[in-house]
């Protein structure tokens, strides 16, 4: 999958994640991650939002994740939708 434009996913509700998708020019996936429980969790949420990433064939993205408490399936499902906006595809493989 490719990303081809930028989309958002989420809202900055409590126990949620806002997922910002962008175009990359690295051949990367550059995280960039604000939430209050980065220290405990930062870890934990970079490596959901990249295997899911991976998960769909996307090798090169840059994403913006602002995290208001969201749980793993919470984050690999905002990272799904807006992976699949981003890639404008509606051809869904959950």
Avoid: H
């Avoid at 990303?3 to 806002?18: F, H, L, P, Q």
């Avoid at 020019?25 to 991976?54: C, H, P, W, Y």
């Amino acid at each position: 999958m490719k990303i081809k434009t930028r989309a958002v996913a989420g809202t900055s509700e409590s126990s949620d994640i806002t997922i910002i998708l962008e175009p990359s020019d690295s051949n990367e996936i550059n995280i960039n991650l604000t939430s209050s429980a980065e220290k405990q969790f930062g870890r934990q949420i970079r490596k959901v939002i990249n295997n899911t990433l991976m998960e769909l064939g996307i090798t090169k993205a840059n994403v913006t994740a602002i995290d208001f408490g969201a749980l793993d399936c919470v984050i690999k499902a905002r990272v799904q939708t807006a992976a699949y906006r981003a890639a404008e595809s509606n051809e869904y493989k959950w």
